[in-house]
Structures are given as structure tokens and as C-alpha cells.
């Protein structure tokens, strides 16, 4: 207590690295949440989408170059949206809460609205899901991803607590929470990529300490070096995550649960 967010300026230093030199690369969950849009979304290349808490737009250019979507963002930090605008090219991003979003664009509506990684640093998270709403088409999707509080594999000790995370939670306690919120769920599951990926970070970062980025960002002012490393990174984890996939079916066997849960849902129209 008190319950309360971090600061902009924290939430830029935490994703620096992110925003500098992996803004090109999708992280599991986006991954994963582009293939469900493709397979649970109907488009036919108008659908018009938001992110919140897009950083600097990496789910949106894939959104866009794949999807053929219309695509706007937003996020607190300054840095990210200006880098998304630099080196993905993406127009509409915008470095605003939801809140002065909706107050300088009052008759926008979105088809779809995705929050992912979002939900658990929200200090109010009832009034922003309430603000959603005002702004969502009739017919359109929320699509929301969040850290599982029930994981088997814990791979983020240190982030899941306040001021970083104020809220946890589980499939149960994420749909009652969209239910009484006005929102009807089409889909939620704990996908098996979560466990694959909460294995590789643990194996290489906890007790490998290969840490190859965050040694690298020593050197902050050599961007090329950093771009390199992180695209090393990035394709060792994309391949030892496929390496897994067989042991991760043996673990869901076993009762195994995912670090992420992953939900759609629609707006209860009565």
C-alpha cells in the first residue's frame, strides 16, 4: 500500500533494451496472440485494431504486414512510440494513457482492442476495462494476455511483485472479472507455448547466466552491437523453445500449467 503504478520514467528504463534494440522481434505471447487473431478473428484486411501498452509497436507491424490490419497503439512511454515510429514506420502511435486517448480521439471505435502483459500493472483495472468499452465497436474483441499466478515454472521472481505487478491472477479470477465487467469470453486457456518459454528464460538467464543482452547494455551508446546480440538471443530462444515442445506435452500430461493466460472476449450486448 498505497496501490500504485510505476512511474512513466520507471517504465522507461525497465524497457529500454526493449525499445532500442528488440523492437522488431515478436516476444512468445505476441507471437501466439497473432496466430489467434488470424484463426479466431474473421478480417478480411479492414479490421481496425488498438494496442495498449503496444511499447514500440512490434505486435502492430506484424498485425499489419501479415493481417493487412488497421492498426493504432498506445503507450506511456515516449521512447518506445518514438522508436516504433522511427524504425517500423507505423503512423498512429501515440504516448498516452487510455484515458487522454479517449479525450483527444472521443469518436474512434476499434473492432479490436488487445492488451497483453497489461492487466496485472493497473492499479484500477475495473475503470480501464470500463474505458475499453466506450471505445470498442458492438461486435468487436478484446484480446488480453496476463501472467499466470497458478505456473508451475516460475521464471519471474523478481518482476511479479509491486510496484512492478499489483495483481495476480488465474483463470478463474480473470473470468469473473470480465464477466462482471460486462464481457462475455469466447475464448481462455493457458497455452503450452508459456511453458516452453518459462523454461528457456529460466535455463539460460537463472542458471546458465548468459544475461547476453543485459551485458551487452553496458554498452548502451552502440546500438549495432546491441541489434546484434539481441537477434542472437532472440533466435536461440525461438529454436530451444521448439526443442522443448515435446517435453512440454509430457508436462501438460502431467498437470504442468503454463505462465500465461491468454483470453477473447466480446462486449455483452443485451
Known amino acids: 500500500m498505497p496501490m500504485k503504478s510505476m512511474t512513466k520514467e520507471a517504465y522507461e528504463d525497465t524497457y529500454f533494451l526493449r525499445d532500442i534494440a528488440d523492437f522488431d522481434k515478436l516476444l512468445p505471447h505476441q507471437r501466439f496472440i497473432l496466430r489467434l487473431i488470424r484463426k479466431r478473428i474473421a478480417t478480411d484486411g479492414s479490421l481496425k485494431v488498438l494496442d495498449i501498452g ?30 516504433g515510429m522511427e524504425n517500423l514506420g507505423i503512423k498512429n502511435l501515440y504516448a498516452y494513457s487510455i484515458k487522454g486517448f479517449i479525450e483527444q480521439n472521443p469518436s474512434m ?34 484480446i488480453i494476455s496476463v501472467p499466470n499466478r497458478e505456473r508451475t ?7 511479479d511483485r509491486p510496484p512492478h505487478h499489483l495483481t495476480k491472477w488465474n483463470k478463474y479470477s480473470l473470468e469473473k472479472f470480465l464477466n462482471s465487467n460486462g464481457f462475455n469470453i469466447s475464448y481462455i486457456a493457458i497455452p503450452s507455448f508459456s511453458i516452453s518459454s518459462s523454461l528457456s528464460n529460466i535455463l539460460f538467464s537463472r542458471y546458465l547466466h548468459t544475461g547476453i543482452l543485459t551485458k551487452a547494455s553496458k554498452d548502451i551508446h552502440n546500438i549495432g552491437k546491441l541489434r546484434v546480440i539481441a537477434k542472437i538471443g532472440h533466435m536461440r530462444n525461438v529454436v530451444f523453445e521448439g526443442i522443448l515442445n515435446p517435453l512440454v506435452a509430457i508436462l501438460q500430461g502431467l498437470g504442468c500449467k503454463g505462465s500465461r493466460i491468454v483470453a477473447i472476449a466480446k462486449p455483452d450486448i443485451k
Open 54 to 83: 503496444c511499447g514500440s509497436g512490434t505486435l502492430l507491424y506484424f498485425l499489419k504486414k501479415r493481417l493487412g490490419c488497421d492498426v493504432y497503439g498506445i503507450d506511456i512511454d515516449e521512447t518506445a512510440i518514438i522508436k
Open 109 to 142: 471505435k476499434f473492432d479490436a482492442i488487445i492488451f497483453t502483459e497489461l492487466l496485472e500493472h493497473l492499479d484500477d483495472p475495473a475503470d480501464f476495462i470500463n474505458d475499453i468499452k466506450g471505445i470498442l465497436n458492438p461486435n468487436g474483441h478484446i
Open 153 to 159: 515454472v516460475n521464471s519471474e521472481m523478481r518482476t
